[in-house]
């Protein structure tokens, strides 16, 4: 994007500098669970973290129900916000085989 | 949300994470998803259009794709993380060399120009060994002691020292003897700006006798440029907000037009007639003190908004306490506000109007700045997001969960009163007469501003980093 520092010339003064960032933490990763090999039969949760945007968060629960139908599908829209969810909460979310998260705020 | 799909991926659960398609976003999305261990999860970006009702029919198979498809080798594969250490010699090079390499390859968000990696846009002050050693002599502390900072927005943690600090207040051209403030504010989280559009990006107001010590300024124009230790220390909260605590502007700072002021802090007047902010948030009165906005603020000279006619100069040129209260009235975020008065208007104030300490004004605010209780109750800020509580992101205590609480609900203001009230009582607009935080400062004469302040201010000791 831009264009390579010309060399510096040699009256120049030459200075040392130190890294000014900071470091994040080494993090062990995981793969994903295995997807569903089929919707039919499964319960699948449209969990609106947000709190706002009740109509678009509900609505894709609504047409995957639509085109999905043998499946079970609920729109649970938490207790709790993101950042501080209760644990019933979670225990809704992990009532079903799969869970969308949404906001869309 | 990445913390809660990577929270139900590790319970077994399958999760599609529903979000905006936004470049700076969904690359922020993607950094925390391997923060958070699941670094695959599966999104389905849609658009960032808040008039949709629905999604377009095309959507829905979406979903079902993300929910059925099987996982790649990437999807599945697991392992160790290691980040860049960022440690010890950056480069050697003349001055605009390193200028160019702290700036960077200046990528960015596509909606808007390039921007720098490790400045404000600005050249910096070389950080040699030599600079940061002097700037640590500004502190008793090891340079290797660990300070800790948790990113805004996107559940990150970064680790840094008390010597990473001293480069970027280097950077910054501060003087040594700013080292403490500059400290506290790291300890404060460094400004990584708020979420939204505000006049500044964060607000730091300095209290106690650091503020002359070190020459900042509080008189007149204590916004404007001019003063070295103000421009300074602001800046270093801004290199420490970019360098430290991980905000990477039109990344995961997406403020759609962006602060008037990018980490603003000015001194509190020692002039008040009223107890210090230092005092008032519990210190000694001669302790020096960082006061740090955790929600963004906006303060509007009084002046330059019609908010109530006046019937004489003198009404006119100071402004009373009924104008304070028909400017806080036009507020639309209840969580707090701040009333900025000239030593002189707080003077004038406290005697003419008997507010003797500053308890006084905060409770006249409180209680006259009211809506009617219909507007409460339907407020979306308060019922629909909850921000109105005093808790969460937007008040501190998630991210600071050990300060002392400045102010909490009023029993006046509570939910289970107002809901029993009738829709036409008027009712406090603000959660506390605390929630006003009131500072005194400016130049001879009188003026005031106000604003909203979307969070509480917490209070930082200064003297701790000495």
Redesign the interface.
Known sequence: ??KK?KP??SD????????????????????????????AGKR?IVAN?????E???E??AA??K???GACEVVYYPTKG?????VQED?DM??S?????????? | ?S???A??????????????EDPGINKTAKLNF??Q??????EVL?PQD?T????P?E???K??D??????TED????????????????????????Q?A?EG???GHPSIG?IAE?TDGLPIT????RR?ADMLKGTSHDPDEPIE?TGFWNS?????TVK?VA??AV?AGCKPECMPVALAIAEAGGCVGYPGDSSFGHLFVVSGPIAKEIGMNSGFCFLAPGNPANMTLQRAAT?IGI????AIFGINVLERTGPLHWGTIFAEDENTPWEGLNHHFGYKPDESVLLSWEGKVQLVPFQNIEVKSTETLQENQVGTPEHAVAALKTLTNVNGAILSLTPDTACFWKEEYGFNRMKDLQEYLYEHVTWKQRVWARNYWLH???RGRQ???FTGS?NRPNRPADYEVDERSSTERLSRLSEDTDVPKFVSPGAVTVIVAGGTGNAWAWGGAYGRPLAYSIDKWR
């Open positions: 994007m831009r520092a510096y010339k120049e003064p030459v200075y040392t500098v130190l890294d000014p960032r900071s470091k994040e933490p080494e993090v062990e990763f995981r793969g994903l669970n295995p997807r569903l090999d089929t919707l699948i973290l947000h709190g706002g945007n109509e678009i968060m609505s894709i047409d995957l639509g085109v999905a916000r993101w950042a501080d969810l979670w979310m992990l079903g085989d799969a869970v969308i998260l949404g906001h869309n705020y | 949300m913390r809660v799909a929270h139900l991926e590790r319970k077994g659960m399958p999760v599609v994470l529903e979000s905006f391997m923060r261990g699941v670094p695959a999860v599966r849609t808040t949709l009702k629905s999604l029919e959507y829905t198979p979903f079902i993300a929910l059925t498809r099987p996982l999807e599945m594969a697991s392992g160790l993380h290691e980040p860049p250490r960022n440690e010890g010699k950056f480069m050697s090079g003349t001055y605009d060399e390193i160019r702290f390859e200046l990528v390039p490790m070389p950080p040699t060994e940061v900072f990150a943690k970064y680790l840094a990473k480069i970027n950077m290199l360098n430290l605590g991980g629909k997001l909850g808790s969460g992101y998630n």
